[in-house]
DNA sequence: CACTATATCTTGATCACCAAGATATGGTGG
DNA sequence: CCACCATATCTTGGTGATCAAGATATAGTG
């Protein structure tokens, strides 16, 4: 799993958006660092949802606009679950191989 | 970056090693959940090595078979530490949002 | 009256990755 | 002694998620 589909499916986790709240949402969650095109936006979704891990939810109109929401499922849940245990483990065994402060220091002799 | 090309960099943090070596570390470093393919590892160290984040190390011959090594650089270690910050917020910003233990009725009302 | 924000979706291209195989040496089991 | 597996390199062809860009439409703002 990719970021953008990751954040989409974490956007998710808590209520149900539409696509466009997804953009924003995503851009939030992320400190802005993840701006997600609507190419890739709706891709997602409808893979998302082929994979049964998001559904269509209700539509709304407001001030003429439509708005089209996604929810998350139960396996999407689980997925999203899975994907985090997984980027933890990869941090831990990053963050211990790299050590404290870094640089060639560490891996050496040093602080004889 | 996509997890198997910060799988390679995570394995070089600490020590130099070969493409076959890193065949293994990696796979021991994700509880043999990620295999690497030959295609993966040597166009991913071609495409790191261009970015200069990883570079050629020394070349060794043991029991007539080559052993060609690659060793992290310092953008390489700065590129990792960025990505593994990245993640852990991510990890972070999913966790909060799924909540201890899941599943509808933490997002609602319950325990009343 | 032009521009920005909100809102949807499509199209074409890129590129990291995967699957599979080619090539070669050395050790092990039958 | 021969097949197979582990070690070790690299190539080729395909897929698929993402990106870049634009099309379409309404409402509010300067």
Redesign the pocket.
């Known amino acids: ?5 990751f954040l989409i499916l974490t956007a998710l986790a808590d209520e149900a958006r ?4 997804l953009i ?1 949402e995503v851009s939030r969650l992320s400190e802005g660092r ?1 701006a ?5 936006l ?4 409808d ?1 998302l949802a082929d994979e049964g891990l998001v559904a269509r939810d209700r539509e709304e109109v ?7 929401y996604y929810r998350i499922t139960p396996d999407g849940e689980r997925a999203l679950r899975a994907e985090t245990d997984r980027m933890r483990r990869h941090v831990a065994a990053a963050t211990a191989k790299l050590g404290p402060i870094g640089g060639a220091t560490q891996a050496g002799v040093s602080f004889a």
């Open positions: 799993m990719r970021e953008p589909t539409h696509g466009y709240g924003t993840v997600l095109k609507p190419g890739t709706y891709g997602a979704l893979r407001v001030d003429g606009r439509l708005r089209r």
